[in-house]
């Protein structure tokens, strides 16, 4: 497949769903939140009971805004809703009310990577209901499914990007990127297992240099990043072969299946007009004055790549600010030992070594921990002091994270205090050597590296409480 690959453009654009995270749904007053009983979320508005009439939420309006200023949108002054008919058993009106041709976002971008991928548009729209299938949990030996209506009326804002990605690995960057930017703007909790962020894949192959783009499948149901770069791989090699063979893709919408590792065809793509689609005749068009928008942007956190570029002007690398900003709790919880003075460097070492080992052995974020950015800071503020040696400071970090001890208050009662008293040391030192006279020859006849040796002789002995500079110091001075 290698060398077919090489004679092949693959051309990818991205639909990503995102569930904005409102109290009440997008035109109903019912509430939002996962995990309530089965349709207990469900006024007559969102049952689609005849003569009931929507009101817009102006909170999802608010998140779209929102979204659309991080994705370097332009928010037109006016944008409408449309209905999208449909007919589907979690979907009681029997139409979707959505954004057609006046979108509240358009022409927008986002920098991946050094990559600009082009966003079109994102539009809001209402989430449908929930199918529960024969045989699924508390369905088990069934031959029915059940509907679940609490989800229907969901806020969400479809982002629709060009057709600028070329690879499987831009499209999980891009992705990966979308996902940072709705959680630090609070729009969105990002999850794709949960499915509170759902992406169709658009995939298509062309001879390379040519101009026209192929004919594009669709790929729904990747709930994971790296499903995605599974399900478009595997698309690719699909669609190859069908050209290879003399055949034609046809356009239509697949279904990934991450077990099988394959896709499968759903059903025949519709276009637009399959949807009669017009305009929702019970809700007026939408004015947004100027001034709701720049209220909206003074009101936009620090996004991922502010953030990134801010740490790495700190001194850390690339990688380090990208694995902490991918992680929002640390990234957050970072900034606030930042914000009272520590030194990032130790801050990093500890937040990307004991403290994130920790968090995944225990499946913890780390605001579920009891460590606190004041304690982390006195840790830190302990080691810089010269009053305990990083070491001690890694020993100690996990009893903190578990019980919400101060550092100091573990030094003092397990007495870790650094020894910095030189006589105390030099004792220890010639105690060392003289226990070890073969090694204190072979020093003296050159072997230098064993210094090492007496260094970490002289830390057992101390418990590793001894200042290892003034160690190494006091033990030349006695062998040299
Ligand atoms: P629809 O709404 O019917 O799915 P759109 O024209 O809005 O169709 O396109 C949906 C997505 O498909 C967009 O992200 C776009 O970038 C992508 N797309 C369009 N044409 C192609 C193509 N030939 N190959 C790959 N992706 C494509
Ligand atoms: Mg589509």
Same mark, same amino acid.
């Given at each position: 497949m290698e060398d077919l690959r090489d004679k092949y453009e693959v051309v990818i654009g991205l639909e990503v769903h995102a569930q904005l995270k409102t109290k009440s749904k997008i035109f109903a007053p019912d509430g939002c939140e996962f995990g309530k009983e089965p349709n207990s979320e469900t006024s007559p508005i969102t049952l689609g009971m005849p003569g009931v009439l929507p009101v817009l939420n102006k909170e999802a309006v608010n998140m779209g805004i929102l979204t659309g200023l991080a994705l370097n949108c332009e928010i037109p002054e006016r944008c409408k809703f449309d209905r999208k008919q449909y007919f589907y058993p979690d979907l009681p009106k029997g139409y979707q009310i959505s954004q057609y041709d006046e979108p509240i976002c358009v022409n927008g971008y986002l920098n991946v990577k050094g990559k600009k991928i082009g966003i079109t548009r994102a539009h809001l729209e209402e989430d449908a209901g929930k199918l529960v299938h024969a045989g699924a949990d508390g369905l088990a030996g069934s031959s029915y499914s059940l509907v679940d209506l609490n989800r229907a009326g969901t806020p969400l804002l479809e982002i629709v990007s060009e057709p600028?990605?070329?690879s499987s690995e831009e499209a999980r960057n891009y992705m990966e990127e979308l996902r940072n930017i709705v959680r630090y703007i609070g729009?969105?909790?990002?999850n794709l297992e949960e499915g509170s962020m759902r992406c169709d894949a658009n995939i298509s192959i062309m001879p390379k240099g040519s101009k026209e783009f192929g004919t594009r499948a669709e790929i729904k149901n990747v709930n994971s990043f790296s499903a995605l770069q599974r399900a478009i791989e595997y698309e690719i090699d699909r669609q190859i072969e069908i050209v290879e063979e003399g055949g034609k893709v046809v356009q239509e919408t697949r279904l990934w299946d991450d077990n099988a590792r394959e896709t499968k065809s759903m059903r025949g793509k519709e276009d637009a007009?399959?949807?009669?689609?017009?305009?929702?005749?019970d809700l007026m068009p939408l004015k947004i004055s100027r001034e709701w928008v720049e209220e909206i942007r003074a009101k936009m956190p620090e996004l991922p790549q502010a953030k990134r570029e801010r740490y790495m002007s700190l001194g850390l690398s690339e990688y380090d600010a990208s694995v902490i900003v991918e992680q929002m709790g640390l990234a957050l919880f970072f900034d606030e030992v930042l914000k009272l003075g520590a030194s990032p460097k130790i801050a990093v070492n500890f937040i990307m070594g004991e403290i994130a080992a920790y968090l995944k052995e225990t499946k913890l974020e780390i605001n579920e921990t009891k460590l606190t950015p004041e304690n982390l800071v006195e840790l830190i503020s302990l080691i810089e002091k010269n009053t305990i040696s990083n070491n001690i400071g890694k020993q100690i970090i996990v009893d903190m994270m578990k019980d919400g001890s101060k550092a100091s208050e573990i030094v003092e009662k397990r007495g870790l %205090?650094?020894? %910095?008293?030189t006589g105390a040391i030099k004792e220890i030192a010639q105690k060392v050597c003289d226990a070890n006279p073969a090694q204190v020859s072979a020093y003296k006849n050159g072997?230098?590296?064993l210094l090492g040796f007496f260094v970490g002789q002289v830390m057992k002995e101390t418990k590793g409480r001894a200042n290892p500079k003034a160690v190494n110091e006091i033990l030349k001075e006695i062998l040299d």
């Open positions: 600028d990605m070329r729009v969105c909790d990002g007009h399959d949807y009669r689609y017009f305009p929702e005749p %205090s650094q020894i %910095s008293d072997k230098v590296q």
